[in-house]
């Protein structure tokens, strides 16, 4: 196949995909406007996965993607000259050049990569209730939780500290105090209530919902020392970008978990990042494998608002890569996000892969040339349909390609191969370590056992936790906290306005105050009073 004088390499502003009739190249400058890699088991998918990390980590972009069969770890190792790579390079009119790239390891259950962990308080009540499979009212109970931990100083680090929470808001009908005794919970207890009916029995099926998540090994992912992302944002000394493994065969056996963890980092990425506009190339490049997870049995809102995040964040200098079998499998409105398309084979034995076929045609730009649907059952192992953004950020005509072999070894890499890389990792010892910080579950035990401030934080202890001290001077200079009474609509309004400033003044307070204490403690502080990105969109 000639190369027609060109040289078949990555550059500055292009990563060198495939060739066919035409050469396949991705532009650093749109990689940010997001991808979709598809096909039928088998067909290359990882390998294609593996060319695209492969080319942005030269380009000093740092890649992070979830490793679900294991195959993807040989980017950290030498690439071998075997018989049949060297016959796709030649016939492309390459020369095959081994190289390895700096890889760091993750694994939520902290097996087979450093622990990847996130505060309860940092995923919030919207992200747990999908995580929880929860409905409605025992969704809208969660929120309540959260909202009475952030006025009381409950800071939600791990599972113990929520199930404590949960058991305090819970009404407990067992038995009426006497005259001389008081229950040390009564005033988280009616300021749940004061938001809505919390009944015990919801409260038990959420409790019960959380054993399930604790049974899959859910309990594992929250804690401390939670994830810094910039930990995902690095270079190495040769200034490429850092390609960050996550090792998700386990994780796979829960696919809610795995789901609902990879939207928690996208959404943490959103609010993290600043504006970054249009970049020569991308900050970072996220690959979401068996993406059709994070859609199954979505409710609507939720649908809405990933293809709201996804649009959004490329703003940030994130390029998302979906890849999954089936183009079908991703909803329409975030498919239309997806600028740069890579797709394998399909077969079609049955209607619904003929669906998918069809689909898949119809997502190309048509090429004169290329009959797309009888071109997408024909392709063999390696082939692909390209279609990549250009020029002013239009898509190209489809192309069928082959793509490049990978420079680094293709397959999983020895446990002794993945230990050494782990002990020169730059977070080695940086989360390898869980740390239990007094927290909700210790603030609720000493307040029954007596040694605690009231809930109300009046005595300025532990109790009322510094979010109590800061809502409650918020309150008063806004005068936010007057006690209820009959108002008029116009007193209503007014109140709603008021407390719309106080929140955005804490937001910028809690900011601050994150900052100086610093560590996990001060981020969940902030998270707390400002939730988050994705929480804040979805109650727009």
Same mark, same amino acid.
């Given at each position: ?95 095959? #050049?081994?190289? =390895? ?10 097996? =087979? ?24 009212? #025992?969704?809208?109970?969660? /929120? ?30 067992? &038995? ?32 019960? =919902? ?12 929250? +804690? ?30 829960? !696919? ?80 239309? =996000?997806?600028? /740069?398309?890579? #797709? ?20 190309? %730009? ?24 250009? +020029? ?53 035990? &000493? ?6 401030? !009231? ?83 979805? %109650?727009?």
């Amino acid at each position: 196949m000639a190369t027609s004088g060109i040289k078949l390499a990555d550059t500055d502003e292009k990563i060198f995909i495939g060739k066919g009739e035409e050469t396949a190249w991705l532009t650093l400058a749109l990689a940010n406007r997001h991808g979709l890699v598809t096909g039928a088991t088998g067909t290359g998918k990882t390998v294609t996965l593996q060319v695209m990390a492969e080319g942005f980590a030269r380009a000093g972009v740092p890649v992070f993607a979830a490793d679900i069969k294991g195959d993807l770890s040989g980017i950290s190792e030498v690439g071998e000259a075997k018989d049949f790579i060297l016959k796709r390079a030649k016939e492309m009119g390459l020369t095959f #050049q081994p190289d =390895q790239f700096s890889t760091v390891f993750w694994d939520v259950f902290g097996e =087979q990569g450093h622990p990847v962990r996130a505060t309860v308080t940092e995923m919030g009540p919207l992200l747990l209730s999908r995580m929880l499979d929860l409905n409605d009212v #025992q969704e809208g109970v969660l /929120n309540v939780a959260f909202r009475v931990a952030d006025e009381n100083g409950l800071t939600l680090i791990d599972m113990k500290d929520l199930r404590a929470l949960l058991d305090a808001i819970a009404p407990d009908g067992s &038995k009426k105090p006497a005259d001389d005794e008081e229950d040390p919970l009564a005033p988280i207890r009616k300021a749940a209530q004061s938001y809505g009916n919390v009944s015990k029995a919801t409260v038990g099926t959420i409790q019960r =919902q959380l054993l399930v998540l604790e049974n899959q090994g859910g309990a594992k992912f929250f +804690g401390e020392p939670a994830l810094t992302l910039k930990d995902f944002m690095r270079t190495d000394r040769d200034g490429r970008g850092m390609v960050n493994i996550l090792v998700a065969d386990k994780l796979m056996q829960s !696919p809610r978990l795995y789901a609902t963890f990879l939207l928690w980092m996208l959404s943490e990425l959103f609010e993290e990042l600043p504006e970054a506009g249009d970049l020569p190339k991308p900050k970072l490049v996220f690959f979401f494998d068996e993406a059709h997870l994070l859609f199954t049995d979505a409710p609507k809102a939720l649908m809405d608002k990933i293809e709201q995040v996804v649009r959004l964040i490329r703003s940030k200098g994130v390029g998302v890569y979906f890849v999954t079998q089936n183009p079908i499998d991703v909803p329409d409105k975030v498919l239309a =996000q997806l600028g /740069n398309r890579v #797709q394998h084979a399909l077969r079609a034995f049955t209607p619904r892969d003929q669906k998918a076929v069809a689909a898949a045609a119809q997502t190309f %730009r048509p090429n004169p040339k290329l009959d797309t649907a009888r071109v997408i059952m024909e392709l063999g192992k390696g082939e692909a349909l390209v279609s990549f953004l250009e +020029g002013g950020g239009t898509p190209s005509m489809v192309e069928r390609v082959m793509v490049r072999p990978p420079s680094a070894r293709i397959g999983p890499i020895t446990p002794e191969e993945r230990k050494a890389i782990m002990d020169a990792s730059p977070v080695k010892g940086k989360y390898d370590t869980a740390v239990d910080a007094e927290s909700a579950y210790e603030i609720i035990q &000493k307040r029954l056992a007596g040694t605690a401030a !009231p809930a109300d934080g009046s005595a300025g202890g532990e109790g009322g936790g510094i979010l109590g001290q800061i809502g409650s001077i918020a309150s008063t200079i806004f005068g936010t906290n007057v006690k209820r009474g009959r108002m008029s609509t116009g007193q209503v309004i007014a109140r709603s306005v008021t407390r719309s400033v106080t929140d955005k003044v804490i937001g910028g307070v809690a900011a601050d105050l994150g900052k100086s204490l610093g560590g996990s403690v001060g981020g969940s502080i902030g998270r707390a009073l400002v939730r988050g990105a994705l929480g804040g969109l979805l %109650r727009r």
